[in-house]
């Protein structure tokens, strides 16, 4: 999800940071006071911490901070239509 959505928002940088989870587990990470991942920020808000998130509700955080409208939603396949899923999702 983050390399489609640098192609799409071309000003803005993102960072990814990947991690065994045994780092995220520690004391010392805790002591950060960083969210409990997986955690996706934009700038300084926290948009999700320790589940998934739709990149839907991530391009629209991002879409805020640029101040630009807000992006119309991705159309649902027949299959996430059946069973309820959201299209595009972070585990």
Known sequence: MMPRLGEKYKDIEIE???????????????????????AVMVEEEIVVEGSDVS??????????????SKPEPEKKGILGRLFGKQGGRIL
């Open 55 to 68: 990149q839907d509700k991530v391009e629209s955080v991002i879409c805020r901070y640029c101040g630009l």
């Open 16 to 38: 990814v940071t990947s991690k065994p989870i045994a780092e995220y587990q520690c004391d010392e990470y805790f002591e950060l006071e960083l969210p409990v991942a997986p």
